[in-house]
């Protein structure tokens, strides 16, 4: 049972760190000593553990270890009955657990086992599962007990990812430890640093999923175990850097169905699956869910490759339009009606001053093909007849030369730098483009990729998942190039693709990738199994990395000697550049009948009004003579 009136506070016991993995042959004596083992461990709590959070195990309140260790007036925390625990229900269990670590302020755990007061060890054992030992790797775990113990202990799946652990048997009082780290010791000094500094040649095991820049790999010939050989990619050397670092060796294996994991009620497949059932140490770049952070830990790496849209290229605007596109629609609109306006103010004025005045008046037609000749820069004769009429006249060859001038500028400006079509540059680019399709590949559209489609509220999005095709990079370029047709993929990854497989020598290609990301996934980083003991080593290193810039430059080394590394292996000529030749846009313009071809096609539009009008005057003409 619990004892009342104790506020948790304090542990104790020189301590030694633990391998990731232990064979029984691992565990020898290390020092006899002749005091007694409660004296002993007291001192030790009191001088090198002050403020941690204890947590006091035993069968029973009289045992030799526990009333000494009360007596020495420790702040002693919890003191719990092993077997009292055990024996109460799911609630009771629950309601104990919640308060027995701590709270979120606690930066410091122990866990002391007196097994002193019983013949066997399986209560306390079976305490350590219950009360979820494995989960926090720091905690100093210090248990004290007869020989027969001492493997049973050091050895149970319990205390698989504890740092610090030691045992003292009694009644020689003979300390035991996983000596695997050599630096057993005894006295008031216990270790102060809490991470990982060396592991030891200890070997991890390592899932992944190919996905380039970010991890990379071939798969042995003997696929034994699913274990590749990994290429140069940014996961990669990041691992390389960390054995280096702490010492350790590693084995990757490829996920099978390279899935990064579905929810399947609670279990996972894939990589968060073996990492959820410990098959694993920790994954490769894998993105975080609500789900997965539940059975698995979580190290941020770098930022998220947002997806994109791969299209045709823009094509150039319709040369015929040429003369049009210097002024836009509603600007053509206004000056027609400008000139209409102004015409028939000018008639106006002039037929009222006709009226008071008398003496020549001014023809409608001849205001209207007035104010038409002014803006074309070759005006016929100022048919006002008095002052006012000359100065409407004045302001509004103001007008035309202002409009002239703009007209002029703008239309050296397109001719010399073509205009093309609108990019394909988000969902709604897409959506607005009659009869156009799309696609995902397969391996990208699952695990978090898929419940982005899948959840999310915006009709637009919901529209894109509605109509999305799954294909492979490769087809959906293939159809890419026969227009009409989008592919959503990862930035990082698909660039990579067309500048190895789609681009020619001078680096020209067919494929226009968006350049406004979706932002799917808030970060990529690494899955860990819970209660990783090297967690946050791993990200303290992290952290370093991305501190110095290193990730970043990484990237975008990887990412180029990849592209130079393909191109080299490639012909560059089987994929590249299917387009009709098109006109560089940066590149000396010299104008032809391609550009100005729109002033032929006025010209001979203007032939052919003139013509009608012709056969309208005869025939008006011979209706009208006698």
């Known amino acids: 049972m619990l004892l009342p009136g104790y506020h948790i506070v304090a542990v104790a016991a020189t301590v030694v760190s633990v391998t990731l993995v232990v064979s029984q042959d691992m565990i020898d004596p290390v020092e006899q000593l002749g005091v007694d083992v409660g004296v002993m461990v007291g001192h030790v ?20 270890v526990t009333s000494t260790l009360l007596s020495m007036g420790m702040e002693a925390g919890m003191v719990v009955e092993a077997g009292w625990v055990l024996s109460q229900d799911q609630l009771a269990q629950d309601h104990l657990l919640q308060g027995l670590w701590g709270d979120t302020r606690t930066t410091c755990r122990a866990l002391i086992l007196d097994l002193t007061a019983s013949n066997s060890t399986e209560l306390f054992l079976r305490f350590t599962v219950l009360s979820g030992l494995r989960l926090r790797s ?10 027969t113990g001492v493997k049973e202990v050091l050895l149970h799946h319990s205390l698989r990812n504890t740092i610090h652990a030691i045992y003292l048997a009694v009644p020689d009082f003979t300390l035991y430890s996983l000596p695997s780290h050599g630096n057993a010791r005894l006295g008031r000094d216990l270790p102060q640093e809490d991470q990982i500094q060396n592991m030891f040649g200890h070997e991890l095991r390592i899932v992944a999923v190919p996905y380039f820049p970010y991890m990379d790999f071939e798969r042995n010939s003997n696929n034994l175990g699913n274990m590749v050989k990994p290429k140069d990619s940014l996961d990669v050397r990041i691992i390389e850097t960390f054995a280096d670092k702490l010492n350790f060796t590693y084995k990757i294996h490829a996920e099978p169905n390279r899935s990064f994991g579905e929810d399947r009620k609670g279990n996972f497949t894939g990589m968060i699956g073996q990492l959820q059932r410990e098959e694993t140490d920790f994954s490769t770049i894998v993105a975080p869910t609500p789900g997965r952070l539940k059975v698995v830990e979580y190290l941020r790496g770098y930022p998220s490759d947002p997806l994109t849209v791969t299209s045709l290229k823009p094509a150039l605007l319709p040369p015929h339009l040429a003369l049009l596109r210097p002024f836009e629609g509603n600007l053509w609109f206004a000056l027609l009606a400008s000139v209409v306006a102004w015409g028939v103010f000018m008639w106006l004025m002039q037929r009222a001053w006709w009226w008071v005045a008398g ?10 093909l007035f104010g038409w000749g002014a803006l074309l820069e070759q005006p016929p004769s100022n048919p006002s007849v008095n002052d006012s009429g000359r100065l409407l006249v004045g302001w509004w ?11 002029r500028s703008s239309l050296v400006s397109h001719l010399t730098v073509q205009g093309t079509t609108k990019p394909l540059d988000g969902f709604e680019d897409i959506l607005e483009r009659n009869s156009w399709k799309w696609a995902i590949e397969p391996w990208l559209y699952k695990g978090a990729t898929l419940e982005y489609f899948s959840k999310h509220t915006s009709p637009i999005v919901k529209q894109i998942y509605s109509g999305m095709e799954v294909l492979v990079a490769d087809e959906a370029l293939k159809k890419v190039l ?8 990862h930035k990082n990854y698909i660039e990579v693709v067309v500048a190895s497989w789609y681009t020619d020598t001078h680096g020209d290609t067919s494929f226009y990738i968006s350049n406004k990301g979706i932002s799917v996934i808030a970060a990529f980083g690494w899955g860990f199994r819970q209660g990783a003991p090297f967690l946050s080593r791993f990200l303290q290193l992290m952290s370093r990395l991305e501190d110095a810039g290193l990730i970043n430059y990484w990237t975008k080394e990887v990412i180029n000697r990849r592209v130079k590394q393909n191109r080299a292996a490639s012909t560059l000529n089987l994929n590249a550049a299917k387009q009709d030749t098109k006109e560089d846009d940066s590149s000396e313009v010299v104008l032809g009948m391609h550009h100005l071809q729109g002033a032929f096609y006025l010209l001979i539009l203007g032939c052919s009004v003139a013509s009608l009008n012709l056969l309208r005057e005869i025939f008006a003409h011979i209706r009208s003579s006698p």
Do not use: E, M, W
């Not at 709590?45 to 009289?62: A, E, I, Q, R």
């Not at 060859?397 to 007209?407: E, K, M, Q, R, S």
């Open 482 to 489: 026969d227009g009409g047709f989008s592919l959503i993929d």
């Open 397 to 407: 060859l103001v007008f035309c030369l202002i409009i002239d001038t703009g007209f």
């Open 138 to 147: 720091q905690t100093v775990v210090v248990a004290i007990g007869g020989k």
């Open 45 to 64: 709590v009191k001088h090198n553990l002050p403020g941690c959070h204890l947590v006091l195990v035993t069968t029973s309140y009289s045992s030799l």
């Open 359 to 368: 003496g020549r008046s001014v023809r409608f037609n001849t205001a209207l």
